[in-house]
């Protein structure tokens, strides 16, 4: 059994325990597929990560993405939690104002500023969702044909579908029939009358399932990612706003969002909430 330093870095959150958790196992190289599965299964978190040494000559690190059910090409949430871990753990980056991510997806990178924030990576699906899989979304989530403004898919990785409603308070009223959803992955995003008032511009959700258990996911950055790439260039969010989620699982998420240089960049805090050791392995 190995011992690994261990770090939960709670993302999107400037203060902690507000925003999204995410186990963090630094120096994991020694670790096996089944080995990183038992402990994503056991932490019960959305995602638990691995920090590995890199195979790309470009990266700084090497990230395997976890859920309880299994692994990941790309997740947000993870991707900025790993990064302020790996940067806390005294990693040093090649470039002063930002580190190279390896993972699945491809490499991904994390901009160093006021707060850490990932370059989205292109979609690997997109365009409306047809007629056959619309149907079943919308009666997942007991939602009427005529209040979606807009539905496509917005899949960077985990599966995303995007929901696009008329205001922030329908986002919130929304109440899925869980027998119904499955497998299903998707985003409402809608806009805040008073911007000013509520601190956010809009509100989003997320929903996923794997078939056995279904549920709503506190901060989401990829959903959040695939949002932006596809309403930002429809003309209809800016080119930067502030996203909140989380409100219905007892969270105050804020996700910072913004397109420089034709790139959208999605941003958010992060506080580490829990460091130590963990041990993992046969005994």
């Known amino acids: 059994m190995g011992e690994y330093r261990f770090s939960q870095v709670d993302v999107f959150s400037a203060h902690g325990l507000r925003g999204n958790p995410v186990a963090v196992v630094h120096?994991?190289?020694?670790?096996?597929?089944?080995?990183?599965?038992?402990?994503?299964?056991?932490?019960?978190?959305?995602?638990?990560?691995?920090?590995?040494?890199?195979?790309?000559?470009?990266?700084?690190?090497?990230?395997?993405?976890f859920t309880t059910g299994g692994e990941l090409p790309f997740a947000g949430h993870p991707t900025l939690g790993s990064a302020h871990a790996w940067l806390e753990a005294g990693g040093a980056a090649t470039h002063a104002d930002r580190v190279v991510q390896e993972c699945a997806a491809g490499p991904v990178t994390v901009r160093r500023d006021e707060r850490l924030a990932f370059a989205a990576p292109p979609l690997t699906r997109s365009g409306?969702?047809?007629?056959?899989?619309?149907?079943?979304?919308?009666?997942?989530?007991?939602?009427?044909?005529d209040q979606v403004l807009g539905m496509q898919w917005i899949d960077n990785g985990p599966g995303w579908a995007g929901i696009e409603l008329a205001s922030a308070g329908e986002v919130l009223a929304v109440e899925p029939v869980l027998h119904l959803c499955g497998q299903l992955k998707v985003g409402l995003v809608g806009p805040w009358?008073?911007?000013?008032?509520?601190?956010?511009?809009?509100e989003v959700r997320a929903f996923y399932g794997d078939g056995t258990d279904f549920m709503e996911d506190p901060v989401t950055g990829s959903l959040q990612a695939g949002l932006a790439q596809w309403l930002i260039p429809a003309g209809r969010l800016p080119q930067r706003y502030v996203a909140g989620q989380g409100v219905r699982r007892q969270r105050d998420g804020r996700v910072h969002v913004e397109v420089r240089d034709q790139q959208v960049w999605v941003g958010g805090d992060t506080v580490t909430t829990v460091a130590g050791t963990v041990r993992i392995g046969s005994a």
Do not use: C
Request: hydrophobic letters at 45%; glycine letters at 10%.
């Open 27 to 65: 120096g994991a190289d020694g670790l096996g597929d089944e080995e990183m599965a038992e402990f994503a299964r056991w932490t019960n978190l959305s995602e638990t990560t691995f920090l590995l040494e890199p195979t790309d000559a470009a990266a700084d690190y090497r990230l395997r993405i």
């Open 128 to 145: 409306e969702v047809a007629a056959g899989d619309r149907a079943p979304i919308l009666a997942a989530l007991g939602l009427d044909d």
């Open 193 to 202: 009358v008073d911007p000013g008032q509520a601190g956010k511009d809009v």
